[in-house]
């Protein structure tokens, strides 16, 4: 144990104005109810210990930091009475800081080894900002306060995490830093002010600083008294994996550079060794077939040995075909040790400078997505224990390189609808002109620019079929696919009793109760997800298969849990149900297309969501040899009205089929006033003009989770049309229809008439809603 006087921040603590002191009355306090409460020999322990505090003169009153090093008995007793018995003082980073400042005094030899004795002496440069450091000490001090002052919970996070770079390794290292106030004791040194804990609660939710407590509570109002007890814990690993994870959910998957740079960065802080490099090789198909990948993921020596520049695509699909029948692992310490006639495809990798080698083939759900290759250049070299340093990261890789090959296959086709599917008829003479001055301009050697293709002029007509609360009933079906992985493999674990029985049997049974707890609570993070799911896809596929070798008789039910964990029933069945949802109203409007365009000539285009949604535009300049008058248009509009209601009806007859129940809400947004629209020929789609125009588009990406004004109730809502409108003008075609639609039994005969709440720059919207007769 050390008593050195340390600013664990560096010197990149702000100073706050506080009246705080070190004081081990609360200390005190607690020996004297612990003494009170504990029945066992600890007892004695804490009577020994309170009384070594009352014969010094460390009962009473404030102590200089100075002066600490005086007390190091006392001190001592601290330790003991506070740190865990498990952890030697060179396992355990633990010590006493001044009250609510990144000031130390004591701890043990590891907390100083991991800080330096000086604060430019530590192993790792920190990385954080003083602003992240003063923002993380009035969380911790406030949270504080209203705790113990207020008994209000504050909706913050107080744990910290600090990360630095190694300075003898270059690479990140990560740490949790947890800070016990418990030994802190606070009082207002005058009467408390009454606080707004509503309005306080949504602040500090929407993420708002803590500037508000400042002035509602300025912390010279306070006097602290006390020590705080820190303790540092390495979670490198932990964060390597979480940082890779945050790169698969994000979905740019390996696409941009950065985030192979992320990735291929995690994994070196994974394995704690610069010098060893990864690379990232995704297993792609077309029409079944292996195909090169377009990115390289890290070093690039797997593209340089099996890529386009070294082999042929058929010599590549022949080679890929082959490993992907038998994919193998393989390890080599120094692959120029290695002469044997299988290996031969090494010579490639030594030309490349390349000693340590391993192939790891990656699968995600049993099938092959890739290989991830771990090398050394030149004379370094790395040894198994590396690599197993690896397991926790593998899932991650595996779910990356996944989502890699899907992206690679929405690439696939999206560039097939948008180079290959036809221009909808209403516009293509449109296209025939430009396409016609390009070719000409060509021709007599003029510039070859394409012509802006705009039409002025229309009016637009958007839709939304929505399914209800899709996101919502995703996570429910994701936990309960979970619940149910986990209860199969409780029941297989306990099956396993009579043939095994051992502690690590007891464990495994343990976490999946675990688990299941935090699964019953709804307290499933993204990062727990991912843990989970490693729990059961890496780490319990392994030791039942460990127990399948050891114990033969227990195969049949090992095989009969392995055949049914990787199912997602629930998953499954709302993805069935969304697809039946969508493909009912997509063979709607494709059997609806010729009578759209029978009145007049105008522009469908949808878009897949969760549900359907549909842009329309129509005018005089869509077609300009045909004459336009309002009829052409309250004809759609009525069409579009009367479909919605026909819509409502069709997915309301699909429960019965659905494996999951899901209902659809029916948006309709009414503009009244005609919209310039021109083709962007960067994302190959017609786009609104203008900046006027731009606010019929903001309304449309804001009004799909509007609420009804001053209340919490959504305004879409199933078995029901919402038409959103500005001004009463705006629905005067609508009106007639509704009636009309009403006295034919298609609609009930309520019309609701609806203020809308504010939505970011937008107010004033109202609305009508209607509900479809069953």
């Avoid at 090093?69 to 506070?82: F, P, S, T």
Wanted: aromatic content about 12%; overall charge negative; hydrophobic content about 40%.
């Amino acid at each position: 144990m050390q008593t050195i006087i340390l600013d664990i921040s560096g010197n990149r603590g702000q100073a706050l104005q506080l009246d705080a002191a070190i004081s081990f009355e609360p200390f005190i306090a607690y020996l004297e109810k612990r003494v009170q409460e504990e029945q066992t020999v600890k007892a004695g322990w804490y009577r020994e210990a309170l009384a070594q505090f009352k014969s010094s003169s460390l009962g009473t009153g404030d102590i200089l930091i100075e002066d600490a090093h005086l007390y190091i008995k006392e001190l001592e007793y601290v330790y003991a009475c506070l740190s865990p018995v498990s952890n030697t003082e060179q396992q355990l980073a633990w010590g006493l800081t001044f009250p609510f400042l990144p000031i130390t005094f004591y701890g043990t030899d590891l907390l100083y080894e991991l800080l330096g004795k000086r604060a430019d002496a530590s192993q790792y440069e920190a990385n954080r900002h003083t602003s992240e450091y003063r923002r993380d000490r009035l969380q911790l001090i406030y949270s504080y306060i209203l705790e113990r002052l207020y008994n209000f919970q504050a909706p913050v996070k107080t744990e910290q995490y600090h990360a630095g770079i190694n300075k003898v390794t270059g690479l990140l290292q990560y740490y949790a830093v947890n800070i016990n106030t418990d030994l802190v004791e606070v009082t207002a040194k005058g009467a408390l002010p009454v606080i707004d804990f509503v309005q306080l609660y949504t602040h500090l939710s929407e993420g708002g600083g803590m500037e508000i407590l400042e002035e509602m509570l300025p912390l010279d109002m306070f006097r602290f008294r006390g020590v705080c007890v820190i303790s540092i814990t390495e979670v490198t690993a932990r964060k390597a994996v979480e940082n890779i994870s945050r790169v698969r959910l994000s979905r740019t998957a390996l696409v941009e550079e950065k985030s192979y740079t992320e990735v291929i960065q995690s994994l070196k802080s994974l394995v704690r060794n610069s010098k060893i490099e990864f690379d990232l090789f995704p297993f792609l198909r077309v029409n079944g077939e292996p195909v090169y990948s377009l990115e390289k993921g890290g070093t690039g020596i797997l593209f340089d040995v099996w890529g386009e520049d070294r082999l042929s695509p058929q010599e590549f699909s022949r080679q890929a075909k082959g490993f992907a029948s038998r994919p193998i692992f393989y390890f080599s310490s120094d692959i120029f040790q290695e002469n044997r006639k299988e290996y031969a495809f090494l010579e490639f990798f030594r030309k490349l400078g390349v000693r340590s080698l391993a192939l790891m083939p990656v699968f995600h759900l049993h099938e092959l997505v890739g290989i991830m290759a771990v090398h050394t250049w030149g004379d370094d070299t790395f040894d198994e224990k590396a690599l197993a340093l690896l397991e926790p990261a593998i899932g991650p890789v595996a779910q990356l390189l996944q989502i890699y090959i899907e992206e690679f296959n929405l690439e696939i086709e999206k560039v097939i609808k948008e180079r290959y599917t036809s221009v909808q008829p209403s516009v293509q003479w449109k296209f025939n002109e430009a396409a016609w001055y390009y070719l000409y301009n060509i021709k007599k050697n003029l510039p070859a620019g394409l012509q802006h293709i705009f039409f002025k002029g229309v009016y637009p007509l958007y839709g939304a079929i929505d399914i209800r609360n899709s996101t919502i009933e995703r996570n429910r079906a994701i936990i309960a696919d979970l619940d149910s992985h986990l209860s199969l493999l409780v029941a297989t674990l306990d099956a396993l009793r009579q043939f095994v029985q051992n502690d690590l049997l007891r464990e495994m049974i343990y976490h999946c109760q675990q688990w299941q707890q935090v699964l019953v609570e709804q307290q499933l993070s993204p990062a727990d997800e991912n843990e989970l799911n490693i729990f059961l896809e890496v780490e319990a596929v392994q030791y039942l298969q460990h127990i399948a070798v050891q114990y033969p008789k227990s195969r049949e039910t090992v095989e009969t849990c392995l055949d049914n964990l990787s199912g997602d029933i629930n998953k499954n069945a709302l993805e069935a149900s969304m697809q039946l949802i969508n493909d009912v109203v997509n063979q709607y409007f494709e059997s609806e297309q010729h009578k759209i365009q029978e009145s007049y000539p105008c522009y469908f285009e949808k878009f897949r969501t969760d549900g359907v949604e549909y842009d329309i535009y129509i005018g005089q300049s869509i077609a300009p040899d045909r004459p336009f008058n309002h009829f052409h248009l309250k004809n759609l509009r009525l069409w579009q009205l009367s479909s919605m209601a026909h819509i409502a009806r069709l997915t309301h007859n699909l429960l019965e089929k659905m494996p999951r129940q899901l209902h659809t809400t029916q948006l309709i947004f009414v503009h009244n006033h005609p919209i310039d629209i021109s083709f962007r020929t960067d994302e190959r789609k017609f786009d609104v003009e203008g900046a006027y125009n731009i606010r019929y588009q903001m309304i449309k990406k804001r009004i799909d989770k509007v609420h009804i004004r001053h209340t919490e109730e959504r305004l879409t809502q199933p078995d029901k049309i919402a038409l959103i409108y500005s001004d009463r003008k705006d629905v005067e075609d609508y009106l007639p229809f509704i009636h009309y639609m009403q006295e034919t039994g298609v609609l009930t005969p309520e019309i609701e008439e609806l203020e809308l709440e504010e939505l970011q720059g937008l107010s004033g919207l109202k609305a009508l809603r209607v509900t479809v007769n069953g």
